[in-house]
């Protein structure tokens, strides 16, 4: 009988379980959190089959465990399955946002456990908790591994066999390209988006709210991301988020110097390739989602 | 009878069109674009009821006109409209998304003509042509009007009524506060996402798409617009663009150097004054739906 344990029963936790449900990869799912309350909503909802109330005893009879928590408590919860688990280790997959950060603190306290299997859904939300979880989040969305030298092959086969079977199309690379390419992708448009929303309430005592059509909704949609969680990733990651928003600024720069000088022309061209680039961006997206 | 006559029939100029056949506001319908294939497909679609093949002879019969073309072409549009209709003229409203420097173009050419209402609705969309058009663009979304001290109270109120039932929100302010806020809400986050786009294919060979969520697809989707259109708006705007840019400017800069220096606390503290304004916009934006 296979058994999955899931700890942090929020967003993507109880979303992974649901896809896992309906797929029936499972006989038996467990939750945990350290806030109860979250696990027993997550129970009420029919995302898990029970709550655990005891971590090591979870773990202890656990054929796989997602490991569902802020970036910053990864490390210590999977050093802590691989002591529990001694040689007879479950699967253990994390979906932080960062890796460098996460591996970093994991090899510091020992061994890197060759059955954790490192991962990143791209399918978050700015919704929070087991109440917006949902069966299909990761259906035609990235899933990117970041395997480690020490990682079991079959561990890795296993951990991309789940994440396939919830709909998402598993991407391979290393940490360091992760780090910087979510840098790009997800860290920078935050960060812009929360620069955004803390100037556009200034000119005219907030009347921006009057003329905000939809694009504006659709640009600043992740500013209402929590706080708590992207201080923490921007702080994994800052190196990396530095370094995109020195590239993209450099690139703004340009946009605005042309339209500051007068060069309509040379403005237009550049508002063309990077229509081009959203319209390649678009159909490679839809080109994976077939 | 009442005939209204759609001239530029595009994305919006065939919506507008579509909204008021379904609400039964006009009796007729006629359609002019300097493209008559753009006109025949409108016709095809049902959007109008007739190809005007003549302009002189469909502004002649017209009590309402719609001037749904580029910014640049407007003036001219409104003041030979107000020439061939002298003493009498139809209730003629434009869709420009950048007042100033039509009304200056206007203003420049002749008397401001007392039946025209400038006004525009913040409903575009990436896509452009009849083929994209939709009785329902307009619904729940301002539509900004800036009468002038010409303007006749009784076309300000036609128009006010038309669009009103479209279903949008009308809302009532002058041109250079309309050109302000809109530079904001809209030309800045185009120059945004225009910038990033051309900077998101550089790193690792464009590895980017492999890492792209909802976030980001949702952040530059404004990024798929018309270069040509924008370059318009763009120039047309350009102080009131530039004065936004320097103001989400320093606000980026305060995030960036928060982050660069470690101030965790307090770059959380501004994510969190983000994310409420992000939430008040939303609020604001769904009691104004209801």
Not at 160 to 187: K, Y
Not at 244 to 251: K, P, R
């Given at each position: 009988?296979?058994?999955?344990?899931?700890?942090?029963?929020?967003?993507?936790?109880?979303?992974?379980?649901?896809?896992?449900?309906?797929?029936?990869?499972?006989?038996?799912?467990?939750?945990?959190?350290?806030?109860?309350?979250?696990?027993?909503?997550?129970?009420?909802?029919?995302?898990?089959?029970?709550?655990?109330?005891?971590?090591?005893?979870?773990?202890?009879?656990?054929?796989?465990?997602?490991?569902?928590?802020?970036?910053?408590?990864?490390?210590?919860?999977?050093?802590?399955?691989?002591?529990?688990?001694?040689?007879?280790?479950?699967?253990?997959?994390?979906?932080?946002?960062?890796?460098?950060?996460?591996?970093?603190?994991?090899?510091?306290?020992?061994?890197?456990?060759?059955?954790?299997?490192?991962?990143h859904p791209m399918a978050g939300s700015e919704?929070?908790?087991?109440?917006?979880?949902?069966?299909?989040?990761?259906?035609?969305?990235?899933?990117?591994?970041?395997?480690?030298?020490?990682?079991?092959?079959?561990?890795?086969?296993?951990?991309?066999?789940?994440?396939?079977?919830?709909?998402?199309?598993?991407?391979?690379?290393?940490?360091?390209?992760?780090?910087?390419?979510?840098?790009?992708?997800?860290?920078?448009?935050?960060?812009?988006?929360?620069?955004?929303?803390n100037w556009v309430e200034q000119p005219h005592?907030?009347?921006?709210?009057?003329?905000?059509?939809?694009?504006?909704?659709?640009?600043?949609?992740?500013?209402?991301?929590?706080?708590?969680?992207?201080?923490?990733?921007?702080?994994?990651?800052?190196?990396?988020?530095?370094?995109?928003?020195?590239?993209?600024?450099?690139?703004?720069?340009?946009?605005?110097?042309?339209?500051?000088?007068?060069?309509?022309?040379?403005?237009?061209?550049?508002?063309?390739?990077?229509?081009?680039?959203?319209?390649?961006?678009?159909?490679?997206?839809?080109?994976?989602?077939?």
């Open positions: 009988m296979s058994r999955l344990l899931v700890i942090g029963t929020g967003l993507v936790g109880g979303s992974f379980a649901l896809a896992m449900r309906q797929v029936g990869r499972f006989a038996h799912i467990d939750g945990y959190d350290s806030d109860t309350a979250s696990a027993n909503a997550a129970l009420q909802r029919g995302q898990i089959d029970a709550v655990a109330p005891d971590l090591e005893a979870a773990v202890a009879t656990a054929d796989a465990v997602l490991v569902a928590v802020p970036t910053n408590a990864i490390a210590a919860l999977v050093r802590r399955i691989a002591m529990t688990r001694r040689g007879n280790s479950p699967t253990v997959m994390d979906v932080g946002s960062v890796k460098g950060s996460v591996l970093a603190a994991l090899r510091s306290s020992g061994a890197m456990p060759a059955t954790f299997v490192p991962g919704k929070r908790g087991s109440a917006a979880a949902d069966a299909g989040l990761f259906r035609d969305r990235p899933v990117i591994l970041t395997p480690q030298p020490e990682t079991d092959p079959a561990a890795l086969e296993r951990a991309r066999e789940w994440w396939t079977a919830t709909g998402a199309r598993v991407v391979e690379t290393n940490a360091p390209i992760h780090d910087e390419m979510v840098a790009l992708t997800s860290h920078l448009p935050h960060l812009v988006a929360y620069a955004f929303m005592g907030g009347a921006a709210a009057d003329f905000a059509g939809p694009g504006l909704h659709d640009f600043t949609r992740i500013a209402a991301s929590d706080p708590a969680m992207w201080r923490l990733i921007l702080s994994e990651n800052r190196a990396a988020v530095l370094a995109q928003y020195d590239g993209w600024s450099a690139s703004m720069t340009r946009f605005v110097d042309l339209l500051r000088n007068g060069h309509d022309d040379e403005l237009e061209a550049l508002i063309g390739s990077a229509q081009a680039a959203r319209l390649r961006m678009v159909e490679r997206g839809e080109a994976n989602d077939g």
